[in-house]
């Protein structure tokens, strides 16, 4: 089974910066991609970026596209997010996960995994 370490996160003023990063390990088919959810108070969780590991194409939801970035280091088996210009709205647990089957980027379309980690809290201050 695969495990999912997600760090990175902390306390921003809006129009702030972080970068977050994933590192996956354990047992697991393949990766064909890596990517980014978050979970807001009150909300469920929601896709936002994946990136695939064989082309290095991306995939972003509107609400993140020109603000954050999502960067792989392969040998490393980690994913990472820079967050930029980052508003009070993107307040949220950041979680990561792995396409084991190749899904696709756009993981809105079929977002359950089996695993999950703990995620990293980005609180973001107006």
């Known amino acids: 089974q695969v495990q999912l370490a997600e760090s990175g996160g902390g306390l921003v003023q809006a129009g702030g910066s972080l970068r977050l990063s994933c590192t996956a390990s354990g047992r697991y088919f393949k990766t064909y991609s890596m990517g980014w959810f978050r979970q807001a108070p009150g909300k469920e969780r929601e896709f936002i970026t994946a990136?695939?590991?064989?082309?290095?194409?991306?995939y972003y939801v509107d609400s993140v596209k020109g603000r954050f970035i999502i960067a792989s280091d392969n040998d490393k088996n980690t994913v990472y997010l820079q967050m930029n210009s980052l508003k009070p709205e993107d307040t949220a647990v950041y979680y990561c996960?792995?396409?084991?089957w190749g899904r696709g980027l756009n993981w809105a379309q079929n977002p359950t995994f089996a695993s999950w980690g703990q995620g990293t809290q980005v609180t973001v201050s107006s």
């Open positions: 990136i695939s590991w064989n082309s290095g194409n991306t």
């Open positions: 996960n792995i396409d084991e």
